[in-house]
């Protein structure tokens, strides 16, 4: 399945919602306007979840959890710095998060729609986990309140086009740029704050382009696949969305799941996935962006792949860990076995190969006292008499050559070429001289009597550039 398919269903779901975007924007800005004072407690509220989490390097674990002390919660926070490392998702690039086994990102793409988003949101809620959404300008737009209940809520928001257009791969850089920075300057407005949105971006369709990826680094941005998506944009169950998101997981160990926030079947399935996870033994890891007052998370170079050991062992083959054991040198070999190598009769010897290299093969092994095994491993070559002439190898039969006309002789000297073309049917005088020349040393090696290696009327010239 293209990526194409993979993210149609999002392209018809945008469509769908055009109409009521221009609505609710509307009913959204009015309500905007009178709520101005309101708008700088949630800012606070998330300033002060950022400063505890960074303080605490935790935000809620499942004790801390309001009323639901079994709650999967959220492990750690991750800052990350996307100046360092601009592309992560094993999906398509060499580079994921830095995660530990059984850590796991969970990222919803294509919202916020409220009436599929609320539910995300209350699950995460519910479970006092930390995700990551990549809003739609267009979107944010329509639901700026839908925008502002993620930050409420303290998830991390990056973007993800201005109309999630399925074409990144093959539009021009300036209209990929033009959508990337109408996302982001949407979903600012809709948050009020253009540094609520991180510097995150994911690729409508995964449809990677150099041009893109190269942009958004430019302009510090990380640009974000995945580990592995849940085909929630599929036609399946949210069953099936659940297995698939479980068992990509299990398969990988850690990893970014992505999802959309848009889908029923998301909504529906994800408070079991939360729950599944907690049983499972997974942790939950909120990214955010490094800023100058949130350093970024110390890491090694190798923990941004998701399995170093694994990649190594594959770029190379591995140097085995040879356990040693307490005796310092090795019990030499029974003598029977060195004794049944000089004991062997000639034949035996001869089929190692080789009358002059069997001695010394018999002699080296009885000074190591190394044995040979009883019987030779490979087929006995079969020796027979080779008669080779005084001068050199015997002629083979001109029938194999096809020759016809001529004598099969190994020649090379340029007077034999030019008195074997003497006898050539319309052979010329500049064939001879090109056959003869320096240039062409592939002719002067050819049989006579076979078939013209030069076009007619080559010329005698310079192959080298000069
Ligand atoms: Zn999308």
Not at 190 to 213: C, K, S, T, W
Not at 246 to 273: C, V, W
Not at 402 to 415: D, F, I, K
């Amino acid at each position: 399945m293209s990526a194409k398919e993979i993210f149609a269903e999002d392209a018809v779901l945008l469509g769908a919602f055009g109409v009521m975007m221009a609505v609710a924007s509307a009913v959204e800005s009015a309500n905007r306007m009178k709520t101005g004072a309101a708008r700088l407690l949630p800012r606070a509220i998330l300033a002060l979840n950022c400063l505890l989490a960074t303080a605490a390097g935790t935000l809620a674990h499942a004790a801390d959890c309001p009323g639901n002390p079994d709650a999967l919660g959220t492990s750690r926070v991750l800052v990350v710095d996307p100046t360092e490392h601009p592309r992560v998702g094993t999906m398509q690039y060499g580079q994921t998060l830095p995660l530990k086994d059984h850590e796991v990102v969970l990222t919803f793409d294509d919202g916020p729609l409220p009436a599929k988003s609320n539910k995300v949101l209350a699950a995460l809620a519910a479970q006092c986990v930390k995700a990551t959404f990549f809003t739609i300008g267009k979107m944010a737009t329509a639901y700026p309140d839908g925008v502002r209940k993620l930050r409420e809520a303290g998830h991390t928001i990056g973007t993800h086009s201005e109309s999630h257009p399925l074409s990144f791969n093959r539009m021009p850089v300036e209209q990929a740029r033009q959508q990337i920075n109408d996302g982001i300057a949407h979903t600012a407005a809709a948050l009020g704050d253009p540094n609520a949105v991180a510097p995150f971006f994911r690729i409508p369709g995964l449809l990677r382009a150099d041009g893109v990826e190269e942009y958004l680094a430019s302009r510090g941005i990380m640009t974000w696949s995945a580990d592995f998506p849940a085909d929630d944009w599929r036609h399946i169950t949210s069953a099936q969305v659940l297995h698939l998101a479980l068992s990509r997981l299990e398969a990988k160990g850690k990893g970014i799941l992505l999802l959309h926030d848009i889908q029923e079947r998301t909504a529906a399935m994800l408070p079991t996935l939360l729950r599944e996870l907690k049983s499972r033994g997974y942790h939950i890891v909120h990214v955010v962006p490094a800023t100058p007052d949130r350093p970024k998370t110390a890491t090694e170079p190798r923990d941004w792949l998701m399995h170093p050991d694994a990649a190594v062992a594959s770029a190379w083959p591995a140097i085995p860990q040879f356990a040693f054991d307490q005796t310092a040198v090795l019990a030499a070999p029974d003598v029977i076995n060195a004794t049944h190598v000089l004991a062997a009769p000639q034949s035996e010897l001869s089929a190692i190969g080789g009358r002059g290299r069997t001695v010394r093969i018999a002699h080296r092994f009885a000074a190591d006292t190394v044995p040979l095994p009883p019987e030779p491993l490979w087929p006995r070559p079969a020796v027979g008499p080779v008669s080779l002439g005084a001068d050199g190898l015997p002629a083979p039969d001109k029938t194999i050559f096809n020759l016809q006309g001529a004598e099969p002789r190994l020649t090379t000297g340029r007077n034999q070429h030019a008195q074997l073309d003497q006898h050539r049917d319309g052979a010329t005088a500049e064939r001879r001289e090109a056959m003869a020349s320096p240039a062409a040393p592939a002719l002067r090696r050819r049989l006579p009597g076979s078939s013209p290696m030069l076009p007619g009327g080559l010329q005698r010239g310079r192959l080298a550039p000069g």
